[in-house]
């Protein structure tokens, strides 16, 4: 086990070094969230005059949203690092070395991990500077990020686990643009649960970016409701830790196919 740690430190200092190299690519992938805070916070921000919405202020509503939807979004495409990493024959070569097996897929999924860390707490920043509010204060702001940390490391892995079993930037791509928007639409990000149809509700209940965003945005409330917060909190972390096994037994299938 402490091998594995070891080995994940440097293979995660590796692609974080390369992560430093490139930061015009963190630029933009937040180029689209500050696109969705405030232009969708500016126009919908009247939607909270509807009855049993259950906010004072659509642009605190949104933050946990945009956040989440951050997360599920930059993380989806962790597949076509490694789908780099195939073509160049870098991934090969880490194979007639003695480092961890897991340590290399884990280290793609703790360096999107930083970089979902680093978005979250810009998005979050630039909220409050447009005027959101976070009556959960610091406490409430942690939790949000590790909830989409969680959710970020859910979609990372499983972006990783498509690329080691079909190696087609083509999938990786049609799968993502599949996924996202029904994902993020059948939430809670942009509007109130109680106000959706019902099957969408449903929907709703048994999706992983809606239980990031409500523990996320429960935790960022005057009042939480820290038993729900912490049961869906504990879902992501079950769910991330399922997807992490996935991708590295995945990676161990590969290596026996080269």
Do not use: C
């Amino acid at each position: 086990m402490s091998a594995i740690v070891t080995d994940t430190m440097w293979m995660t200092h590796r692609r974080l070094q390369a992560f430093v190299r490139q930061p015009a690519f963190l630029v933009i992938t937040l180029v689209q969230p500050v696109i969705w805070l405030f232009l969708f916070g500016s126009l919908f921000r009247r939607i909270v005059e509807l009855p049993g919405f259950g906010a004072s202020s659509y642009l605190d509503y949104l933050v946990p949203g945009v956040v989440v939807m951050s997360a599920v979004s930059s993380n989806m495409w962790a597949g076509m690092g490694t789908m780099e990493e195939i073509e160049r024959g870098t991934l090969n070569r880490f194979l007639t070395t003695p480092v961890s097996r897991a340590a290399i897929m884990n280290a793609n999924v703790v360096e999107q991990a930083v970089s979902t860390t680093i978005q979250s707490v810009v998005i979050v920043l630039l909220g409050w500077l447009a005027g959101a509010h976070y009556p959960g204060g610091g406490l409430g702001t942690v939790v949000l990020i590790v909830a989409s940390v969680l959710l970020g490391t859910v979609f990372s892995a499983f972006s990783n686990t498509i690329g080691m079993l079909v190696r087609q930037r083509e999938s990786i791509i049609g799968i993502n643009t599949f996924l996202l928007l029904p994902l993020t639409f059948l939430s809670s990000a942009f509007m109130a649960t109680d106000l959706m149809p019902g099957w969408m509700q449903a929907i709703a209940k048994a999706n992983p970016v809606d239980w990031a965003i409500r523990a996320g945005r429960d935790a960022l409330s005057a009042d939480p409701d820290w038993p729900a917060t912490l049961t869906r909190g504990g879902a992501l972390l079950v769910l991330a830790a399922a997807m992490v096994w996935l991708s590295t037994r995945t990676f161990r299938s590969y290596q026996k196919s080269v």
